[in-house]
């Protein structure tokens, strides 16, 4: 069976193009990076047709209902294929790459930094974010992500804070 193959039952339509965010996961190679980079881009299109005041609730928003939609969706996808983690399960980058970048101004140089943090996060994992990866299914898959996506955001915001990034 290949990565991208679900070979078992297939998991419910709704549920698969969640949490391969649309079949942005099947992208390769990385397809936690292209799911990253689909969020941030996708973030970017909404975020510059609302007004900036209504920016920061609405990533918010976002974040909230990817993470709770995410997590069931992650669950049925990752039982059909017989893996703990699929790889082309992708809506865990997506929550927590949408939580790295709330409250960061709309420009290229705060997104970009949104994204190498949230990726260097997610990749190194630092504690309690490995440990989460512990927790049953879609909770396991989608958590430590969002736990990633919350240390990107901390730093985000003292390097905005501090002046370092604009």
């Known amino acids: 069976m290949t990565e991208n193959s679900l070979d078992h039952a297939r998991p419910p339509l709704w549920a698969e ?15 936690g990076t ?18 900036e005041a209504a920016r920061r609730p609405a990533v918010i928003f976002l974040a909230v209902l ?9 669950t049925q996808t990752a039982r059909a294929s017989s893996k703990k983690d699929p790889q082309f399960v992708v809506i ?5 790459q949408l939580i790295a970048l709330i409250a960061v101004p709309l420009a290229w140089k ?14 190194v994992k630092p504690p309690p974010v490995r440990q989460l ?22 730093v985000m915001q003292l390097l905005l804070h501090l002046g370092l990034l604009k």
Not at 66 to 74: E, K, L, Q
């Open 66 to 74: 990817v993470t709770a939609i995410g997590i069931p969706a992650a």
């Open 110 to 123: 705060t997104f970009l930094a949104g994204f190498i943090l949230f990726r260097a996060l997610d990749i």
């Open 92 to 96: 865990d980058e997506v929550a927590g």
């Open 34 to 51: 292209w799911g990253s980079a689909a969020a941030m881009l996708t973030w970017a299109a909404i975020a510059s047709r609302l007004p």
């Open 133 to 154: 990866e512990k927790l049953p299914e879609g909770s396991g898959i989608v958590l430590d992500d969002v736990a990633a996506g919350i240390y990107a955001l901390v």
């Open 17 to 31: 193009l969640i949490a391969t965010f649309f079949r942005v996961g099947y992208l390769r190679p990385g397809p």
